[in-house]
């Protein structure tokens, strides 16, 4: 494995993504299955043509705190990008849309 972070052509998050103890614990307890998060997370959001952090939740069953870190490194990727549509969650808040960025 090299130690460069994902977004930087590697396979894991770089480290640290902020200097508390229990993140840099985080980061290296999601080393191995990022990957594949990652792609879960995507695959919904093509899938559905665009969804919310919520929306993805529901789908794929995958909380809250795994998803939101998996869709922000699609978008910091450039792999997905908020629509500048808004959905109302269950709470009654508004969410971001994001969608694939299509080649």
Not at 5 to 12: F, R
Not at 37 to 46: G, H, P, S, T
Not at 74 to 103: C, F, N, P, Y
């Amino acid at each position: 494995m090299s130690d460069k972070g994902w977004v930087n052509g590697g396979e894991h998050p770089t480290l640290p993504f902020s200097n508390r103890d229990t993140s840099k614990d985080a980061a290296k307890s999601i080393i191995g299955s990022a990957t594949s998060l990652r792609r879960v997370v995507y695959d919904v959001i093509k899938c559905l043509g665009g969804c919310t952090d919520e929306e993805i939740e529901v789908e794929t069953g995958l909380t809250g705190s795994t998803v939101r870190p998996r869709r922000r490194e699609l978008v910091l990727s450039g792999a997905i990008v908020d629509s500048g549509e808004r959905r109302k969650t269950r709470s009654g808040r508004t969410a971001a849309v994001h969608v694939v960025v299509e080649d």
